[in-house]
Nanobody, 121 residues
Framework: VQLQASGGGLVQSGGSLRLSCAAS????????MGWFRQAPGKEREFVAA??????????TYADSVKGRFTISRDNTWSTVYLQLNSVKPEDTAVYYC?????????????WGQGTLVTVSS
């Protein structure tokens, strides 16, 4: 599985941005896709995830982004989006797309390259 992230950039505090992650390859093996981020000098942290299989959709968010970020998927279940609203300077980080074949987000099976989000105050 290959993951291609895009959409990062410079945004003012309070603004919005949308990140995309396109999966290719053996995507039928994926259970969920999501996003992590790593700010300068900090450890990588979980941001949000969405399940891909089944008729229902389950989403999970870090407390720090609940109510501001929204994760969604397209009808092909191979592209996932992260809508960032009301961004804050502390949201500045490299955002990484990830995917799992099971339900354990502690060790994602696949990683995409990062996309930098910079929030100016």
């Amino acid at each position: 599985v290959q993951l291609q992230a895009s959409g990062g950039g410079l945004v003012q505090s309070g603004g919005s941005l949308r990140l995309s992650c396109a999966a290719s390859g053996r995507t039928f093996s994926l259970y969920a896709m999501g996003w992590f981020r790593q700010a300068p000098g900090k450890e990588r942290e979980f941001v949000a995830a969405i399940t891909l299989s089944g008729s229902g959709t389950s989403t999970t968010y870090a407390d720090s982004v609940k109510g501001r970020f929204t994760i969604s998927r397209d009808n092909t279940w191979s592209t996932v989006y992260l809508q960032l609203n009301s961004v804050k300077p502390e949201d500045t980080a490299v955002y990484y797309c990830a995917a799992v074949t099971g339900s354990n987000w502690n060790r994602p099976d696949y990683w995409g390259q990062g996309t930098l989000v910079t929030v100016s105050s």
